[in-house]
């Protein structure tokens, strides 16, 4: 879902709070360092002093001023490194440690937003979808072939095989992904499947439920107060590693949906951006519930995994019920 004021809020104060712990652990460093080698600490303060020097200096019109001061800075930060090394600290010990080097943990470069801003967005957009909760459980390490038989059996095993060699080169080459077929035959289980090893190699993977995207983007259209946020969140749909849409087909749909929809998978085709898409509708519903654009798009991008066999949650229902 698009940011709240409030969340926004909550990720800056995540990020002062950052930003406040590397000021005081620079500041421990250094009262650390100043109590073991006072000749440090002296060399600090004369580079305050010369600085104020050569600025007046500069004021004054004297044109080698200004390479002074650098040649004089630069002697004393050899002679501060080699105190450093000789004393058994390291020479960055007195160097800002940030979680994010790019941004300094501002969150903004110049006035765009930093990638890490915009994983701590994808991060609340995880919570508020559940991913990181379905992910602990819907994994490749409990993948089961126990519920299939016969022919369902057979294309599970193929949708398995599809789902790890995709895996395996999704960085080499562009792919799509369309589960469809009966209710609870582990369309969403392997689309989770694939997220979570795709995160785990530092892959960028959005996962909204068909009704929490077409939301996103509805409000990115027409809501003007939460417009703003919508659309950081509608452009990182678009430029993600990978957009996983579950469920197609149980949103409301309309025309806006079904332009919103080709328009998502038009701009991420455009860009060689992978897309999943889970949904129960038939591959004639398809057809019928959107448009003959749509259905092409789909048809003639896509490798189609069809999967059918009785609902795996109600056979673990009835598992658990007869124990």
């Known amino acids: 879902m698009a940011l709240t004021n409030s969340q926004y809020d ?57 390479s002074e001061l650098k040649q004089h800075l630069k002697e004393l930060s050899v002679q501060k490194a080699s105190l450093l090394r000789k004393n058994g600290f390291p020479e960055n010990f007195l160097s800002p440690v940030y979680e994010c080097d790019k941004c300094q943990d501002t969150g903004y470069i110049a006035n765009k937003k930093c990638s890490c801003f915009r994983e701590a967005e994808i991060n609340l957009i995880y919570e508020q979808s559940h991913i990181k909760t379905l992910l602990e459980t819907e994994n490749f ?36 992904l369309f589960f469809y077929g009966t209710v609870g035959t582990g369309k969403s289980f392997l689309s989770c499947c694939i997220a979570k090893e795709l995160i785990d190699i530092g892959n960028l993977v959005i996962y909204f439920s068909a009704s929490q995207l077409f939301d996103i983007l509805s409000k990115s259209t027409f809501d003007k107060d939460s417009a703003e946020a919508a659309s950081g969140i509608s452009e990182d749909i678009c430029n993600c590693d990978l957009l996983i849409i579950d469920d197609l087909g149980t949103e409301l749909t309309n025309a806006f949906v079904s332009s919103q929809l080709f328009s998502c998978l038009n701009n991420r085709h455009l860009r060689k951006k992978a897309t999943i898409i889970t949904t129960n509708l038939s591959l004639g519903e398809l057809r019928d519930r959107y448009s003959d654009r749509i259905f092409s798009r789909i048809t003639s991008n896509y ?19 007869n124990k």
Do not use: W
């Open 10 to 66: 909550a990720i800056m104060r995540s990020y002062e709070e950052k930003q406040r712990i590397a000021r005081h652990q620079l500041e421990h460093n250094t009262e650390m360092v100043y109590q073991k080698i006072p000749t440090y600490e002296a060399l600090d303060r004369q580079i305050a002093v010369i600085s104020i020097e050569q600025g007046k200096k500069l004021l004054s019109g004297e044109a080698n001023a200004l």
């Open 141 to 176: 390490s409990s993948l089961s072939y126990d519920y299939y038989a016969g022919e369902d059996l057979e294309k599970f095993t193929k949708a398995v095989q599809i789902c790890q060699n995709f895996v395996k080169s999704f960085n080499k080459d562009y792919r799509n």
């Open 303 to 321: 490798d189609i995994c069809k999967l059918t066999g009785r609902d795996i949650r109600m056979q673990k229902k009835t598992a658990s019920a």
